[in-house]
C-alpha cells in the first residue's frame, strides 16, 4: 500500500519503513490526522521532484 502525507500543499511518499511516531511511542498511520503537527525525514535521495519520507514523529 503506497502512502503520502500532504504538508503545506506539498505532497510527500512514505517509504513502507517509514517509522511512524508520537514522541518515543509507536502509532499507526491512521492516527495521523489533518491539522495535526508533524516533523519529518527524508531518506537522502529522491526521484524528480519526489522526496521519500523515513520518519514522521507527531508532537506529543
Request: zero cysteines; proline letters at 3%.
Amino acid at each position: 500500500m503506497e502512502r503520502s502525507i500532504e504538508i503545506d500543499g506539498v505532497k510527500h511518499r512514505l517509504l513502507p519503513i517509514a517509522q511512524l511516531r508520537k514522541g518515543s511511542s509507536p502509532v499507526q498511520f491512521s492516527d495521523i490526522t489533518v491539522g495535526k503537527q508533524v516533523k519529518i525525514w527524508f531518506a537522502g535521495y529522491d526521484f524528480g521532484n519526489e522526496k521519500f519520507v523515513t520518519k514522521v514523529v507527531m508532537d506529543s
